[in-house]
């Protein structure tokens, strides 16, 4: 029951309610879905994006790096020529016609197809230099999109760009980017107690520093404070004020005012002008917090007392405007976490290694990423940094390792853990994911890969599209040969595209599996335990030809994208993968066939909510039209 008393020339409400903060601010926050959706976007510069939110998905336009470039010192040599050196038998090569000098970062020009390192080189003078090291065929070579593939997501949507974003999208050949408008606050202190000049403090006066703290925060999360001076408790003024701030901002934060006394004008204002939504917390301290909408706009009144203001600020007011900036908030800790697979290091150096988390029933998963010197992915990537001590060789999958983390554990534990084939569907899903708050972790290792990680209980899901040479099913012979008893079931996904990747306008005239044996062909495989591998090799079988006779079968990448980048940079004739990568990146595609790339899921998480936040993606119309726009994918 609420009850009234006349107070000068309005009434005041005596009784709050008492609402639990957790259904208050959902309830608030479901009041306001309006003004969330309705968050304009706008187009800026990348190098003056720091903070900002990205309102849709960035793409590469390029690939980092565009050429294939030396990863260190050296001399570029034809890797054929050093495959007789060794210490009793040196080979001497000869400037011009067998090597030329490089440093690191420079181009790689034919006919030159690897680096040896300048350390273990010779030179005898007379531009000849004496080597007792065989030289494999692309050692330490970066191949153009180690780092970044053009066409691939360089950032999901609802991301809040960090400096080392701005250098990756700059890395992907892109400068302008679309992001949501900057949430403006309007702070509006309030009492003839509160005082705004700091030389000096009468008696019975408050300086105002609740309001400059408020600034503060709202522009340490990304937003414009607009802040102003005290405004007397007389209800005119505050009546005006609270009208001006709400024209000119997206949220006003009215200060004080928020209780039941005489002159507590704020619930009133906000019932006269708009709704007011709730009156009243179950916390302590800052019960009296009051949650309205004016002109469409939130207006929360929070108490007077620094205590209460602080408290309501950050649970109240941070997840309306985290809510209206599409952003979450960052808080830095160190965890124990365990890692997914084995990271071999030298002796010589303390070395940090960049880290995807995810909660995998009691265990934090972390999964390392690209460790390479020009790779800035992984900072993009990363929720946490992992330190592996010198005089370490390492540590081995399963073993517990300390994370100072870089994301919030919030997100983390929010995340889901896939780990297995790659795909360019895992980013878009992802990307849908992160508007309700999720997030998904892909370590691309192979579908043999993803299979073990479920068998160790590693990971949430593995997408997988392992074909049984005997029966031509794919993938639930492979459930339950080797999940049998971890109880895992297969969440059906997409039937996708497979076939050879060739240059535009196929200009060796590569039709059938057998070309890939031709003298004059060169290929690119994807790394064992992958289903795309294990396709390749089973159609070799069928045809009786062996790896060892085709060029580059040797030679792997760990994606289609990296795979469809080196045919697309002609360091590769042809390479098998689906139609989307080759679409992706120009390419001719001779079709090999449909595939079932599915999910093998432990029965434990299928009904989790973030496994059925998963399968609503797969089932949403949203989805289906990526698909059609991707090309060769069916549901």
């Known amino acids: 029951m609420i009850g009234y008393r006349r107070s000068d020339r309005m009434e005041r409400k005596i009784y709050l309610s008492n609402t639990d903060i957790e259904e208050a601010v959902s309830l608030y926050l479901e009041r306001l879905e309006p003004c969330i959706r309705n968050t304009a976007i706008e ?26 470039a030396a990863a260190m010192d050296g001399i570029m040599v034809i890797a054929s020529k050093t495959y007789s050196a060794s210490e009793a038998n040196p080979v001497i090569l000869n400037k011009g016609s067998d090597f030329e000098y490089v440093n690191t970062g420079h181009v790689i020009t034919e006919p030159y197809d690897s680096v040896i390192m300048i350390e273990d080189i010779v030179d005898l003078g007379s531009d000849q230099v004496k080597i007792m090291v065989q030289a494999s065929p692309w050692q330490h070579i970066r191949p153009i999109g180690e780092d970044i593939v053009a066409g691939e997501m360089i950032l999901p949507e609802n991301h809040q760009i960090r400096p080392m974003d701005i250098g990756a999208v700059l890395s992907g050949g892109r400068t302008e980017i679309e992001v949501y408008e900057k ?24 300086f105002d520093t609740n309001s400059w703290t408020f600034r503060a925060i709202v522009e340490d999360w990304g937003g414009i404070a607009e802040r102003i001076s005290p405004v007397e408790d007389e209800y005119d003024k505050l009546k005006t004020a609270l009208l001006d701030l709400a024209q000119r901002n997206h949220v006003v934060v009215v200060n004080a005012g928020s209780s039941a006394g005489s002159k507590d004008f704020t619930a009133k204002l906000i019932e006269e002008l708009g709704e007011l939504v709730l009156h009243g917390i179950a916390i302590k301290p800052g019960k009296p917090t009051i949650l309205g909408i004016v002109k469409g706009k939130p207006v929360i009144g929070v108490p007077g007392y620094p ?19 599409h952003m979450r ?20 150096y303390r070395e940090y290694i960049r880290v995807k988390l995810g909660k995998v ?50 997100v983390i534990e929010n995340t889901i853990v896939s780990i297995g084939s790659h795909d360019l569907i895992m980013d878009l899903i992802g990307s849908i994911l992160g508007r309700n708050g999720r997030s998904l972790s892909s370590a691309h290792v192979g579908s043999m890969g993803g299979i073990m990680a479920i068998k160790r209980g590693e990971a949430h899901i593995a997408p997988i599209h392992l074909l049984d040479e005997n029966t031509g099913e794919y993938n639930k012979t492979y459930i339950e040969k080797y999940l049998g008893q971890e109880r895992a079931v297969l969440v059906k996904g997409v039937r996708r595209e497979q076939g050879f990747m060739v240059a535009k306008g196929n200009p060796k005239n590569i039709r059938t599996i057998e070309d890939l044996a031709r003298e004059d062909i060169s290929f690119v495989n994807r790394q064992k335990g992958s289903g795309t591998r294990i396709l390749t090799d089973y159609l070799l079988n069928r045809h009786q030809i062996e790896g060892k006779n085709i060029s580059g079968y040797d030679r792997d990448m760990t994606t289609h994208m990296a795979v469809a980048a080196a045919v697309e940079s002609g360091t590769a004739d042809v390479g098998v993968g689906v139609y989307s990568a080759a679409k992706v990146m120009g390419l001719d595609f001779i079709s090999i066939g449909y595939e079932d790339y599915d999910f093998a899921v432990p029965e434990k998480y299928l009904n989790t909510e973030m496994l059925r936040a998963f399968i609503e993606v797969l089932n949403s119309e949203e989805f289906k039209s990526i698909l059609k726009d991707l090309g060769g994918y069916g549901l």
Request: proline residues 5%.
């Open 43 to 68: 187009k800026i510069d990348i190098r003056e994006a720091k903070g900002r939110v990205t309102a849709k998905p960035i793409f590469a336009r390029t690939s980092s790096p565009n050429h294939n």
């Open 183 to 206: 949430i403006k606050v309007g702070i509006m202190p309030t009492g003839n107690e509160i005082t705004d000049r700091y030389d000096d403090l009468p008696k019975g006066k408050l």
């Open 307 to 325: 205590g209460s203001a602080f408290l309501v600020f950050e649970e109240v007011v941070g997840p309306v405007i985290k809510k209206l900036q």
């Open 329 to 348: 908030m960052q808080l830095a800790q160190e965890v124990k976490a365990t890692v997914s697979r084995r990271m071999v290091s030298t002796l010589k």
């Open 361 to 410: 029933g009691d265990k934090l998963i972390a999964t390392p990423l690209n460790r390479g010197a020009g790779v800035t992915m992984a900072l993009v990537k990363a929720d946490g940094l992992m330190v592996i001590p010198r005089n370490s060789e390492g540590y081995e999958t399963g073993d517990e390792v300390r994370v100072t983390l870089t994301n919030d554990m919030s």
